[in-house]
């Protein structure tokens, strides 16, 4: 699907509202600049008391290992009383785990710690949900989880990692049953086969 051929804006949150968006793609496809695009375009028309839950992970030079820049990204979000963002450290566990027991570790800490972020950002009332790198959960949390927090929100758009990059194992073998699972409960898949940047 490209979400550039229409008549209208293809941002305009009226393409978005009332329903569950999903945008993947590899590494550095640009999921995040596209999801940063919506969420100004709703900020700036005022949709909604608005939720950003962003897991984007914090990586530095050292934990890339010769990969290529750009993994990773978080939101940036305007404050203002119907605009709530949620962030905190989350690791990058197939970049940063020592081998794959560390990262598995790294994994499940990461899913407890995104688990009390929903539970924060959907204890209030929410029109919009937004989700920064949702595949960071699914590597050790529970698909169906992240379902209902989607679905406990009128409108969701939400990205995540769907590649062959990062390598396998079991983290990403989880993470691409849990992304499965996401496509097909999505009302809306964007699939971002290259760079978006525009």
Known sequence: MNPMTSNKSPLSPEKFLHRF?????????????????????????GEGRTAVVDLA??????????????IGGTLKATWHDRVRYYHC???APRLQGKDELEAL???EENARLIESLF?????????ALFVNDCS???????????IRWIDSAETAIVNGYDGKSLGPGILSTRERAGMADLINHCDRLIRL??????
């Open 57 to 70: 992970p914090d990586i530095g030079p050292s934990d890339l290992k010769g990969r290529t820049a750009g």
């Open 193 to 198: 086969t290259k760079k978006y940047d525009k």
């Open 21 to 45: 968006t999903l945008i993947i793609g590899e590494v550095n496809t640009g999921k995040t600049t596209l999801t940063q695009k919506i969420l100004d375009a709703f900020f700036q028309v």
């Open 89 to 91: 450290p989350i690791h």
């Open 136 to 146: 960071l959960y699914l590597q050790s949390g529970e698909p169906e989880k992240l």
């Open 105 to 107: 570790r790294l994994a």
């Open 119 to 127: 539970e924060q950002a959907l204890g209030e009332e929410v029109d």
